[in-house]
């Protein structure tokens, strides 16, 4: 990983073009409304589930123990066979309907992450993979210094599928315009070793487009050794994401 691709701000003429060009070829898909109960139920149960065990053990959490804690719990409550059946709609639909274009991370609903490979980083409620991914992310907080923060790590398919439900419900029940910007599960590199960095104190502005302006975000620019997965105008049709560390 010693290629740099990491991408500023130039080229946001190119990428709205290009925008333009995919939304007519991917018109928008919206979630059917007669999935919308369904839909709302699922976002809540698992809201629920992650309330139970905790922000960071969610980010692990794997779908069969989803079911197992949920159906244990009356405060939770069992999923039902049509929950069960969206959610396995969402994860094996595949997302170039949407006009998301990467690749597939992980292969099956059930999978789950090994929790020896992991180590949980102080201060954050996330975790990385150790080895790989945990050296990258003790050299930059070394080189670019104490202002920057782990803001997102290790995400199973439980975590990136909530992720995803509540993006697509900010967007309207829009499933274009959150995949975009959020990707379905089974297709986040989170799940193998990529992950978020940030500026410290500045909340969901790390999230955004701002965090290319920062001091932390040309600091890593300088870095030979660092990539970003999601660069501008990148070909799987994500959004340009700056604190986006790219591992793989």
Same mark, same amino acid.
């Given at each position: 990983?010693?290629?740099?691709? #990491?991408? =500023? &701000?130039? =080229?946001?003429? &190119?990428?709205? !073009?290009?925008?333009?060009?995919? +939304?007519?070829? $991917?018109?928008?898909?919206?979630?059917?409304?007669?999935?919308?109960?369904? #839909? /709302?139920? %699922?976002?809540?149960?698992?809201?629920r589930v992650e309330r139970t065990i905790g922000y960071a053990k969610?980010?692990?959490?794997?779908?069969?123990? %989803?079911?197992?804690?949920?159906?244990?719990?009356?405060?939770?409550?069992?999923?039902?066979? *049509? +929950?069960?059946?969206?959610? +396995? /709609?969402? #994860?094996?639909?595949?997302?170039?309907?949407?006009?998301?274009y990467g690749k597939r991370t992980i292969q099956h609903l !059930?999978?789950?992450?090994? +929790?020896?490979?992991?180590?949980?980083?102080?201060?954050? =409620? $996330?975790?990385?993979?150790?080895?790989?991914?945990? /050296?990258?992310?003790?050299?930059?907080?070394?080189?670019?210094?104490?202002?920057?923060?782990?803001?997102? =790590?290790?995400?199973?398919?439980?975590?990136?599928?909530? &992720?995803?439900? /509540?993006?697509?419900?900010?967007?309207?029940?829009?499933?274009?315009? *959150?995949? @975009?910007? &959020? %990707?379905?599960?089974?297709?986040?590199? $989170?799940?193998?070793?990529? #992950?978020?960095?940030?500026?410290?104190?500045?909340?969901?502005?790390?999230?955004?487009?701002?965090?290319? @302006?920062?001091?932390?975000?040309?600091?890593?620019?300088?870095? !030979?050794?660092? !990539?970003? @997965?999601?660069?501008?105008?990148?070909?799987?049709?994500?959004?340009?994401?700056?604190? $986006?560390?790219?591992?793989?």
């Amino acid at each position: 990983m010693i290629r740099r691709d #990491f991408l =500023g &701000l130039m =080229g946001a003429t &190119l990428v709205g !073009s290009l925008a333009q060009a995919d +939304e007519l070829k $991917h018109p928008d898909i919206w979630v059917k409304n007669e999935q919308k109960a369904t #839909f /709302e139920s %699922v976002i809540s149960r698992l809201d629920r589930v992650e309330r139970t065990i905790g922000y960071a053990k969610f980010n692990l959490i794997s779908f069969n123990d %989803v079911l197992k804690i949920a159906k244990s719990f009356p405060r939770i409550g069992a999923f039902t066979p *049509a +929950e069960i059946a969206y959610i +396995e /709609e969402i #994860f094996y639909t595949d997302p170039v309907i949407y006009g998301f274009y990467g690749k597939r991370t992980i292969q099956h609903l !059930s999978d789950a992450i090994n +929790e020896k490979d992991v180590i949980k980083i102080d201060g954050t =409620g $996330h975790y990385v993979y150790r080895e790989t991914s945990q /050296e990258l992310l003790l050299r930059l907080m070394k080189d670019i210094g104490p202002t920057l923060i782990l803001t997102s =790590g290790v995400r199973s398919v439980v975590k990136q599928l909530s &992720l995803h439900l /509540e993006k697509i419900k900010s967007e309207n029940g829009n499933i274009t315009m *959150a995949s @975009r910007s &959020l %990707v379905p599960p089974g297709f986040s590199y $989170h799940s193998v070793g990529d #992950f978020d960095v940030g500026k410290k104190g500045w909340g969901y502005q790390n999230f955004t487009a701002n965090f290319a @302006r920062t001091e932390e975000f040309w600091n890593l620019q300088k870095l !030979s050794y660092v !990539s970003t @997965r999601y660069t501008v105008g990148n070909g799987d049709g994500v959004r340009f994401e700056p604190w $986006h560390v790219k591992i793989v």
